[in-house]
């Protein structure tokens, strides 16, 4: 999804504190009056709904309702530093756990709704929950100044302790917790936030909360839940996009010793057994007939030409600025390109699961998800149940990558429960995980730049053509024609261009579905456009990196993340013979970024030896979680410009598995190095920016190594194709 999504909420939302059940302190980050009001009356919750919830016991225990999920992002870690840093507790008092599906209470207000994704986390919460802790703080150590007849200002807070002036007398927290829930709430802009030269866990390394049980085997994600009485089922979706079961041999798969009974839905035909293998040996019993419906021709060529004659006509306009025609007029050379950027799966270590119990009262559904927002809207859509008698039961997510954004699994999975007694896991094999995914859209983009006699471009058009994920999933984002995540980055380029024409063709390929993919939109304008800034370099005889940088003027943190990262990787210095930098830049997400990528091409085949970022993402909560992005997020693309691309030949995905959809191996991952610039500007997103900057750094490099230019990924089967 787009990053630039209007913020509708007022950041000078306040908080309301009460006594807990049980006794306690209570902490609501509440909502603006007018939004409170519409989310109660959509989710028929109290007016004065709160938005987290933060709950201080008699021990001294901060119990943190995450709103978000934790998908190896380190939100577990980085939201708890934001609150504990103002609230004045360390990292080690802080006790996590899963938010319900509720709006009004934990959604994203970047998102509007309850969604983890965009890289938002951080940028959603920055103000928000160090707000929360500044207001307990407060009330806290109001209480024990009332207690000791002190004025509150001599009085300081640390590590979950209230000390007086002499710091002869202290309180602990759960000590005083039902003291300052009868006292009056400051508002959220009464209170003093920390001022950042004092901030002592926001900005420090920080071990990450969600690792140690993870490394035990403790750590509990959605494939994980065991459930009394639970069946277990496999399931075989139709293997051509539209298609559906057309005979099943339900009495061969029932004499498989476990089997308990056969489902057949629209789609596909799942198999309920006692355990796994089971159900894996009663599908294949059933020798499923299938019926292929309309999509059995269609094929990758197909809807490669299907984007080749769209790119033909003009789109949708994103951009129109200056005179294009009159700047092409004028230029002293033309360049023109075409790009194309293939179907990308997922791959989702743990793969689509999702556990249900469907009864004529109730719904349970026990899954990771990023969207549970959507999730609980389905489920109750589904069963006809209110939400209220739906109950989501979040997990750690085994990989999220924007796969699980989308409900298509859990809502098989309830479809298939409606059919079975007791509760039911339907657990994908890699094969359907592959095999049937909603995929990162095929793109295909032309552009055409004119330059003048000293090679700065004069006019530049760029026409992107592809399926819409906004329209289906975000369709505010969809606005006359045109897609904004598609053309993001697009639409925007970081350079100062004064002739500038950008549209969008909306084109749908039959039969597959599409969906947002880890960096979204930008995964596929940042190779485009820094692929072709790099070819009006070239053209103009220019360095890349200088070249670059005459048109960044206007933009000093951009150029200043450019010029890090240049000096950093040893920009000009000699390479061995067949090897080549390259260099790309990225401004999205709140945040710059620019890497330089070093490679070897010996035979035919590509080497990436070395990889320099460096990042200016505004205010950075823990330096080792972004580090951790930047290698992850390097990783992730890189495999995708490397070798990743689905094929539909016969309305069928032909990948299936890690061998014919490979991820990088240890011994290909280059050494990844990242360089923090130091900001004082809001913290911005960090953990989709990587994965979309490095495919343009690497073919970039590739050209500088060979003269080879690449538009087409991924790389490895296109490289002897490019020229």
């Not at 139709?238 to 057949?264: L, N, T, Y």
């Not at 079975?420 to 793109?443: A, L």
């Not at 080497?607 to 970022?613: E, K, L, N, T």
Request: glycine content about 10%.
């Amino acid at each position: 999804m787009p990053h630039d999504l209007p913020v509708v909420l007022d950041r000078r939302s306040f908080l309301k504190v009460g006594a807990a059940v049980g006794g306690g302190l209570a902490l609501f980050v509440a909502l603006p009056p007018a939004l409170r009001t519409a989310r109660a009356a959509e989710a028929s919750t109290p007016a004065f709904a709160p938005n987290a919830f933060i709950h201080i016991d008699r021990q001294g225990v901060v119990t943190f309702v995450m709103p978000m999920v934790e998908m190896g992002q380190g939100t577990y870690t980085s939201l708890p530093m934001l609150l504990a840093e103002e609230l004045e507790v360390g990292l080690d008092q802080v006790r996590l756990e899963h938010a319900p599906a509720d709006d009004a209470l934990y959604f994203n207000n970047l998102l509007v709704v309850q969604r983890t994704g965009l890289s938002s986390s951080i940028r959603s919460a920055w103000t928000q929950l160090r707000q929360a802790g500044a207001v307990g703080r407060t009330l806290l150590i109001t209480a024990a100044a009332k207690r000791w007849d002190v004025d509150p200002a001599t009085c300081r807070a640390r590590l979950g302790v209230v000390s007086d002036a002499s710091a002869t007398r202290s309180l602990a927290y759960g000590e005083l917790v039902d003291d300052a829930s009868a006292l009056p709430v400051p508002a959220p802009d009464g209170v003093q936030l920390k001022d950042p030269k004092d901030f002592v866990l926001i900005g420090t390394p920080a071990k990450r909360l969600d690792t140690p049980d993870k490394v035990r085997g403790k750590a509990n994600y959605g494939i994980d839940v065991r459930l009394p009485g639970m069946g277990i089922a496999a399931i075989a979706i139709s293997p051509v996009f539209g298609g559906k079961p057309k005979a099943v041999d339900e009495a061969a798969a029932r004499a498989i010793k476990g089997v308990r009974q056969v489902v057949r839905i629209e789609n596909a035909v799942a198999v309920v057994a006692d355990h796994l293998g089971a159900a894996k040996k009663g599908l294949e019993a059933a020798a499923i007939e299938w019926d292929d419906g309309p999509n059995a021709a269609v094929s990758s060529a197909d809807i490669v030409r299907q984007l080749e004659e769209a790119s033909q006509r003009p789109g949708a306009v994103a951009r129109h600025e200056g005179d294009v025609d009159k700047g092409f007029a004028a230029a002293a050379q033309r360049i023109d390109a075409t790009y194309q950027m293939p179907f990308l799966a997922h791959a989702t270590m743990e793969p689509m699961n999702c556990t249900a119990h469907v009864t004529k009262d109730g719904c349970d559904v026990w899954v990771g998800t990023q969207a549970m927002h959507e999730m609980h809207a389905a489920a109750a859509e589904l069963t006809g149940l209110p939400k209220e008698a739906v109950t989501i039961h979040n997990h750690l997510l085994g990989g999220g990558f924007g796969r699980r954004l989308e409900v298509d699994g859990p809502v098989l999975a309830i479809k298939v429960a409606q059919q079975v007694e007791g509760p039911v896991k339907v657990v994908w094999s890699r094969e359907e995980d592959i095999q049937h995914d909603m995929y990162r859209p095929y793109y295909y983009d032309r552009l055409s730049a004119g330059l003048d006699s000293s090679g700065r471009p004069v006019a530049w058009t760029h026409r992107v053509c592809g399926s819409s994920v906004s329209a289906r999933y975000v369709p505010a984002f969809f606005q006359n024609g045109v897609d904004v995540d598609a053309v993001e980055g697009s639409a925007e380029p970081p350079y100062a261009l004064p002739n500038i024409h950008v549209d969008y063709v909306r084109v749908e390929p039959p039969g597959v579905p599409t969906a947002f993919w880890r960096g979204v939109g930008v995964t596929h304008s940042i190779f485009v456009v820094e692929s072709f800034i790099d070819e009006l370099a070239a053209a103009a005889k220019q360095d890349p990196v200088a070249y670059r940088k005459a048109l960044l003027g206007h933009n000093p943190r951009a150029l200043g993340v450019l010029t890090l990262a240049a000096e950093k990787a040893g920009w000009g210095k000699p390479l061995p013979a067949g090897r080549g930098r390259g260099v790309s830049l990225l401004v999205g997400f709140g945040s710059y970024l620019a890497q330089v990528a070093e490679v070897e091409v010996s035979d035919g085949s590509v080497r990436v030896h070395r990889i320099v970022c460096a990042v200016d993402c505004g205010m950075v909560v823990n330096p080792d979680t972004v580090a951790q992005q930047i290698e992850g997020g390097t990783i992730f693309g890189l495999t995708a410009a490397l070798h990743g691309a689905i094929t539909i030949k016969d309305g069928r995905v032909e990948q299936s598995n890690f061998d014919s959809y490979p991820p990088m191996r240890i011994d290909e991952v280059p050494v990844v190095e990242t360089h923090l610039v130091k900001s004082t500007e809001a913290p911005g997103g960090i953990g989709e920016p990587p994965t979309a900057v490095v495919a343009p750094a690497v073919t970039n490099a590739i050209f500088a190594a060979t003269g080879k230019r690449i538009r087409t990924l991924p790389i490895d089967t296109n490289l002897t194709r490019s020229g």
